[in-house]
């Protein structure tokens, strides 16, 4: 089979491509290893960002491309690929422009600032209210109608497994199938295969020295890229990893967490202020909790044993509603009813009536545990906090039962990929573009387009942009 542009991946970037390129009236063959179409849009927060938007505007928001990207350089210091993050800034209004015109629906309290990231300055952060499944949603309807025109044949349960060329241009496709193996053509190739969170063997490759523990989507295995550098390609950006709090395992040692059930809000000071403190293996505090960055939170976190620390609180903590009334916000989404049952179940979240037995139930270290506890106490008593610099001091931690939950420094997004140039040609370890083959998305890594920094949306934002780049251009 043959097309004039072949797409590995029938994901966020993959489908964006394929619509745009057989809206154009192209012939799109896509190879896509799992039963269904959507990649990561099942579970990502679907969190975009661009600037100058309809919305923005008529919210009275001031904002443009340049703003975004001067904002952008600010939090990532000017790092990544300087030339990617621009043309996904300039892309971005025109793929939120395109969504609005399939329909897509967005959430009513956006745009707006968000503080799980270093927070932009201007409120440009946009999704629907189903997350990522809002742009789903839209695409889906899109997709159906050139598949139903003939324009876009899926090749599903396809497992992209090698590259061939022909008159030294990459021209041929290599899959597994069940029934064996199978080669599809394409006049152009791109690979919009994702991401390599849920590979732990490649993640340990390119991260030695960093614990997986992982919310990525299931298919985010590293094909692209094992298959790509085996054929010359660079990879770049690896040294810009960061992780993202705070995730809790469900089965202890799983290195999984669900970005959507188990996360716990250690965001404090900006959405609540905190009533807890945070120690690591040690049974030590080690940042004031009330820490306002993001990224300040990240890299103390990653100083601490297996990148990981346990949130201590008490009865009194978990039954206290927040600044905006809310029961408890420390688990994301759970009541306290919810909580209690999960700390019954003593997995990621243990219960104790005394300190002592806290300790013997989460195996941290008794005597330091209790001196941390007690000096906290203090540092309530005496509202000064001479180790951190903590400013909120309102809540001691002495009404028993006593809790502790175990928060990962986990991974969302990764951020080493393949390396690109501005017609997002893959380029090989000598900066040379490799003939025929092309890439958008996560493959790309996020250090590319979000530097050395989260800024908010530019994950997905720049793999369905690209995706569309990719689809027009070609
Ligand atoms: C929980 C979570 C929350 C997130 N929240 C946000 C957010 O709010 N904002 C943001 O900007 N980003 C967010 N992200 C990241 C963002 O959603 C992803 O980076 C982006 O959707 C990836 O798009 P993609 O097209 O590169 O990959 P995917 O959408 O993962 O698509 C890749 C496709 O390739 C297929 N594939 C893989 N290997 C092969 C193979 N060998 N052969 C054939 N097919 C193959 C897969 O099955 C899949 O369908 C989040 C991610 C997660 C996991």
Request: aromatic share 8%; proline share 4%; charged share 25%.
């Amino acid at each position: 089979m043959s097309y004039d542009i072949l797409i590995v991946g029938a994901g966020t970037a993959g489908m964006s491509c394929a619509i745009t390129a057989a809206q154009r009236g192209l012939k799109v063959g896509v190879i896509e290893k799992s039963d269904h179409v959507g990649g990561a849009m099942h579970w990502s927060g679907g969190h975009m960002s661009a600037g100058g938007t309809r919305l923005q505007k008529e919210k009275g928001i001031e904002d443009s491309v340049e703003k975004h990207l001067e904002d952008i350089y600010r939090i990532n210091n000017k790092s990544g690929d300087l030339k990617l993050i621009e043309m996904a800034v300039r892309e971005a209004p025109k793929t939120i422009e395109w969504l609005d015109e399939l329909g897509m629906e967005w959430a009513p309290e956006c745009p707006r600032i968000i503080y799980g990231h270093v927070a932009y300055e201007t409120a440009r952060t946009i999704y629907g209210p189903e997350k990522a499944m809002s742009i789903y949603k839209v695409l889906l309807p899109q997709w159906e109608e050139q598949v139903a025109m003939g324009r876009i044949e899926c090749h599903f349960k396809n497992s992209f497994i090698g590259l061939s060329k022909s008159d030294n241009r990459f021209d041929t496709v290599i899959c597994d199938v069940e029934t064996g193996k199978c080669e599809y053509k394409g006049k152009n190739i791109v690979i919009t295969s994702g991401g390599y969170g849920s590979n732990p063997a490649y993640f340990q490759q390119k991260h030695p020295n960093i614990p997986l523990v992982s919310s990525c989507y299931p298919t985010a295995t590293a094909d692209g890229h094992v298959i790509l550098e085996k054929q010359g390609a660079q990879f770049k950006y690896g040294e810009f990893h960061l992780p993202s709090l705070g995730g809790m395992e469900e089965v202890e040692g799983s290195g999984r967490v669900d970005f959507n059930a188990n996360w716990a809000m250690v965001l404090t000071s900006v959405y609540r202020q905190p009533r807890d403190i945070y120690v690591n293996a040690h049974g030590k505090r080690f940042i004031r909790e009330d820490e306002v960055s993001p990224e300040a939170r990240e890299l103390a976190t990653m100083q601490q044993p297996e990148w990981c620390f346990w949130v201590i609180f008490d009865e009194k903590a978990l039954n206290s509603p927040d600044e905006n009334g809310n029961h408890n916000p420390i688990m994301i989404g759970r009541t306290v009813e919810e909580m209690k049952a999960e700390a019954k179940r003593g997995k990621a979240l243990r219960m104790a009536d005394t300190i002592e037995g806290l300790a013997d139930a989460t195996g941290l270290p008794k005597d330091n545990l209790k001196q941390t506890i007690a000096e906290y106490n203090t540092m309530i008593d005496i509202k000064k906090d001479s180790n951190f610099g903590r400013s909120y001091l309102e809540d001691p931690i002495k009404t028993a039962p006593f809790y502790a939950l175990k928060v990962h420094a986990s991974v969302l997004v990764t951020f080493g990929g393949i390396k690109v140039n501005k017609d997002l040609q893959v380029l090989d370890t000598d900066e040379q573009p490799m003939p025929g083959i092309y890439a958008a998305g996560e493959v790309l890594g996020l250090g590319a387009t979000s530097g050395s920094s989260f800024c908010s949306g530019m994950a997905i934002t720049p793999a369905l942009g690209f995706g569309r780049i990719l689809g027009r251009t070609l």
